[in-house]
């Protein structure tokens, strides 16, 4: 006669993780209707709850430091870019700047495609090319520095596999879109909203990818 093995249980930690998970998808669709229907106050309670629920959820996976330092930087640059005043701008892209930074160390310096460095530096001049004329003259420098930080980032974030590529892909997506805003381009409609739902994808998917890397649960690789 054989005995049945029950079947484990989940733990408090598995448990405080997906409740973690949970609350920031529903911030993230909180915001994103927020947006949708035009509610300012609703996006200005949803987005500071963002970064900070996603680190918290990366913190009880045994994510590295580094990577729970890129997610607030992030959560800083969300706050400082809800205020309409070009040095709010300048200190919010210096924050996002911060936090690449945190991301390149983290990726380390695993095996990258040279096709795709090539596909991204010529994204980069084309774009900021592009963008040039229509920048105000005291944001074109910082916004070109900026642009090659965050287009480093995206390109190294594909060592750690599709999903961290992707999101690499789409948080540059992302601020493309604000900086097409800054410089007077057409915009789709409702604006905000794409370039949240492409900002959220990013920084989640950059947080899978490195915990699926190996950063987190038993690895603490700061």
């Known amino acids: 006669m054989t005995t049945r093995t029950a079947a484990p249980r989940p733990t408090a930690t598995g448990a ?42 990366a913190g009880s996976r045994g994510a590295p430091k580094l990577l729970i330092a890129a997610l607030l930087c992030g959560w800083g640059g969300d706050v400082l870019l809800l205020f309409d005043a070009e040095a709010a701008f300048l200190a919010g892209m210096g924050s996002f700047a911060a936090g690449h930074v945190c991301y390149l160390v983290l990726f380390g310096r695993g095996r990258t495609s040279p096709p795709l460095a090539a596909l991204y530096a010529a994204a980069l001049v084309a774009t900021v090319a592009l963008l040039w004329p ?3 003259a005291d944001l074109r420098v910082p916004v070109a520095g900026y642009s090659l930080l965050l287009t480093a980032m995206a390109y190294r974030a594909s060592a750690l596999g599709v999903a961290a590529g992707l999101g690499g892909a789409l948080f540059l997506l992302s601020d493309t879109l604000i900086a097409t805003g800054v410089a007077d381009w057409p915009q789709p409609p409702v604006p905000d909203f794409w370039i949240m739902l492409t900002y959220l994808a ?21």
């Open 16 to 57: 405080v993780s997906r409740a973690l998970l949970a609350a920031f998808v529903l911030a993230a669709a909180a915001d994103l209707i927020a947006l949708l229907a035009g509610a300012e106050t609703g996006h200005r309670i949803a987005k500071p709850l963002l970064m900070p629920l996603l680190a918290a959820y």
């Open 134 to 136: 229509g920048l105000p």
């Open 202 to 222: 990013a920084q989640y998917l950059l947080t899978a990818g490195a915990l699926r890397a190996g950063y987190g649960e038993g690895r603490t690789t700061d």
